[in-house]
């Protein structure tokens, strides 16, 4: 029994990247395929480099020249390649490398991850757009339209930070386009980036504002004043 664990443990482990499962096919690449690939890394885990087709073969359901062309195919489609190195001794030899593999399986992971931001991108643009239209209680114009998308297209303000300049608008009660575009104006040229920073910007200037404001009756009700964007 000890034995028998013991070549267990020898037989040794391969590690290999979840995301090779998870995009395989969107590489291309069929069961099969997956199946020989991860014999190869088995073989060149145990130190076997170069693991002929019979070997390979051997471990799997596929016949010794279906092996033999699907190596073949693998390495035309650039998912491993054949190198020639050399030993200490000066002798010439071939082993396998699944480097193509792994810059293959990174570019798939790239373009997943572009991917996925462009459509979280789009998801904020749309919001934005959502978010503009039930405020102003219509459908916005094209010039208000074209706004929206030169703010973030042409001025690269962050969608958050466009409804951050929106609510500070409806705050001062002046909702249109002019004014919030001088609140994005006035944001960039101060550095504001996120959406805390525009907090702490409008409570200084509201702030202030507070202490110009005269003393009035306390039976009289003193509004909040809120900064005029479009006096700067």
Request: some cysteine; proline content about 4%.
């Amino acid at each position: 029994m000890k034995s028998n664990l013991l070549a267990w443990i020898q037989e040794g482990n391969i590690t290999v990247p979840t995301l090779l499962f998870s995009e395989y096919r969107n590489l291309n690449l069929s069961e099969v395929e997956l199946v020989l690939l991860l014999n190869i890394l088995t073989f060149l885990e145990s130190g076997n480099e170069f693991p002929t087709p019979d070997e390979l073969s051997a471990r799997m359901t596929i016949s010794i020249s279906e092996c033999n062309d699907m190596l073949r195919r693998l390495i035309q489609r650039g998912f491993i390649e054949i190198i020639d190195e050399y030993s200490h001794e000066g002798i010439r030899f071939e082993k396998y490398s699944v480097k193509p593999l792994w810059e293959r399986l990174v570019e798939q992971f790239l373009k997943n991850s572009k991917n996925n931001k462009e459509t979280e991108k789009k998801g904020e643009e749309t919001d934005v757009y959502t978010c503009f239209e039930k405020e102003f209680g219509r459908p916005l114009s094209p010039f208000e339209c074209e706004s929206l998308g030169m703010w973030m297209d042409d001025d690269h303000h962050d969608p958050v930070i466009i409804k951050a300049a929106l609510r500070e608008a409806v705050m001062s009660g002046k909702l249109n386009f002019r004014y919030i575009d001088r609140i994005l104006f006035e944001w960039k040229k101060n550095g504001i980036k996120t959406i805390e920073q525009a907090k702490i910007h409008g409570r200084k200037f509201r702030q202030k504002q507070t202490q110009k404001v005269p003393p009035k009756d306390e039976s009289h009700q003193t509004s909040v004043p809120f900064y005029n964007w479009l006096e700067q």
